[in-house]
């Protein structure tokens, strides 16, 4: 899942049915950390590309 410098990390958790889902994206170059819940804030946040998208803004990325 990891390609290039940009180093972290999108984690769901409690997708079983009933469940309040929870995604993480955590940065651990910048300790960027976003947190979402619901099934329907977690579904929009997935098809957002969160890590994509941080990368692009990450203030931490390196440009050797
Ligand atoms: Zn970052």
Avoid: Y
Avoid at 3 to 15: D, E, F, Q, T
Wanted: charged residues 25%.
């Amino acid at each position: 899942m990891t390609s290039g410098p940009w180093r972290g990390g999108l984690a769901v958790r409690r997708m079983q049915k009933g469940q309040v889902p929870v995604a993480d994206l955590l940065c651990v170059a910048c300790w960027f950390h976003r947190r979402v819940t619901g099934r329907a804030m977690v579904r929009d946040f997935l098809n957002s590309k969160p890590i994509e998208t941080h990368r692009d803004q990450c203030p931490a990325k390196t440009n050797p």
